[in-house]
């Protein structure tokens, strides 16, 4: 087993499969650990999700087994660590004796920030109030939850969707996993879809490649996410430079590659707002209950159908069969000389949920669906599942891909 730590209260190892052994020793070392297994039993019978859950009991050698809860979260600041044991306290009425960012880890399994040692922790039996009381102290701290999937159409040979999800900070970029979360500030947060098109493979190397583009070039936006005007510059000659590339990578091969082409919806997640840039048919879709306003679509289809549906002139149903629905007069790549890409800024009232998809979700599911789902008391991962595979088992013929993420303050 791997040595994880050995002070003078504990040790703790890690075996090959994983698990977490911890030892007690010193002062009240049988009174520790009686109250950690109790603490974490408890945090399991009221379903909290980011706490070590016991799997052997030892105590006549004052040992116990639990889950592992990930690697040490780095670089947490206080006022992080503040706020996640702030809501372990209101949502399950557990006050931790130590709430210190060395007590934080991050599970990657999970994607998300875990909380560890509950040996001196107080289990709170006449409610939440003082964790009420000082709700303000951490109403200032933002997390962003997220769920990506993508699965490949029945009728398609190869899935030509790709998604993204990218953790920005003033050191560079993060390649971040298909569920996670992060505490906003000062890392901010990209999402993106691309649904490539052309014969062959070419539609899934375009959008793999403007995929590549946002992850290698995004970190160049930290800086400007603050400024609206200069932030719509830099989106649109993010795009623009990507469109270009994919139609130098196409012009070296007009057999294989002529008319090589991808949709982009991208969303980059700062304290306060959401800058968004938009090429093509996918969508962008924003939730803002507080706000009393539907969940809406924020992108426009690139299509002249849209443009009648949004009008009145025609109903949903004509849209989603209008013969030429699918074809887009913009677009990155597809040998289209110059493009105009949507670009915008929308100021977040929390909560707010954002569904990122490709036309695989859209043609599997109607407005009204969508709408409804948003509004689901889902948590992302349950709200991911549910959608793809309504809009797969409606028609799936497509490939389907969507990002669902949810912004919010910390509970005060």
Known sequence: MRELKDGIRSKVKLDFQG????????TDSDKRYANEILVLKTL??????????????????????STNCGAPANGISK????????ELEHDYGVRHDDPEPRNVTYNSKQGRFNLIDF????ILEDGHSEAEES?????????????AASRQGKTHKANDDF?????????GSTNSPSEGEILLDPEHLVLAVSDGMGGNAAGELASRLVISWIRKH??????????????????TTLVEEAHKGLNEVAAKDLTALKGMGATLSLVYIAPGKAHFAHIGDSRIYLSEPAAEELPRAISTDHNYAWRDWKAGKITEMAYRTHPRRSVLYDVMGGSHLNITPQVGTAPLTLPARFLLCS??????LWEKHIVGAMQSKLKTRELRDEILEKAYQSCGKDDTTLIVADIDTLHG
């Open 79 to 86: 006022a992080k660590a503040d706020a996640l044991f702030h």
């Open 359 to 364: 036309d695989g979700v859209t043609d599997g």
């Open 44 to 65: 399991e019978e009221r379903g909290c999700p980011y706490v070590p859950k016991v799997l052997e009991e030892h105590p006549e050698d004052l040992y116990f087994v």
């Open 163 to 171: 998604w993204l999800a990218l953790q920005i900070s003033p050191d």
């Open 19 to 26: 698990r977490v052994h911890k030892w007690f020793r010193g």
């Open 119 to 122: 040996e001196l922790a107080t």
């Open 135 to 147: 709700s303000e102290k951490c109403s200032s701290v933002v997390r962003a939850t997220w769920a």
């Open 218 to 235: 995004a970190s160049q936006l930290y800086a400007t996410a603050q400024n609206d005007e200069l932030m719509a510059k830099r989106l």
